[in-house]
């Protein structure tokens, strides 16, 4: 049954029915995030991405406020690929608010990080992230990284139902 149902998600992915689905990419430096965007489009990725700079940034977008005021807050990401060294907020911080509120203790978040720091990966699994993944040095390897993270993610993961 579950094969079933991965081969139906990727039946679904394959017709462009899942790209509606936001992915939120929080990442400060703009080599990481053009190589980050890169890898997503290269592998697939169909989905939109939004793109915070900071950690401030990326939580009024997920809270609709500051200058996201406007955007629907009801309209969730279907993942978070979060770097840890941020300014403003770091993404540990990112990630204890997140868990913290009801609205967005489910979303899923990738942290996706150089830090090669044990406390950091403690850290970020001990705050409630998903996966902690190093940033491979080598474009090809950052590809098949990304592409994994494409097909459990955005093609085989079901997130909860929202509002539950």
Do not use: C
């Amino acid at each position: 049954m579950r094969e079933n149902q991965g081969a139906q998600a990727l039946q679904r992915w394959a017709r462009g029915e899942m790209s509606t689905k936001v992915i939120l990419l929080v990442e400060d430096n703009p080599d990481d995030e053009l190589l980050t965007l890169r890898a997503l489009k290269k592998t697939g990725v169909r989905n939109e991405v939004v793109v915070a700079h900071d950690g401030v940034e990326a939580l009024d977008y997920l809270f609709a406020s500051g200058t996201y005021a406007g955007r629907d807050p009801a309209i969730m990401p279907q993942l978070i690929l979060l770097d840890l060294k941020l300014p403003r907020v770091d993404g540990l911080e990112v990630l204890k608010r997140l868990r913290s509120d009801e609205r967005t203790r489910r979303l899923p978040v990738v942290i996706l990080t150089s830090s090669r720091e044990q406390q950091d990966m403690l850290d970020g699994y001990g705050l409630g992230a998903n996966s902690y993944i190093r940033k491979p040095v080598d474009f090809e390897q950052f590809i098949s990284a990304v592409e994994q993270l494409r097909l459990y993610w955005l093609v085989l993961n079901e997130a909860p139902p929202r509002g539950v």
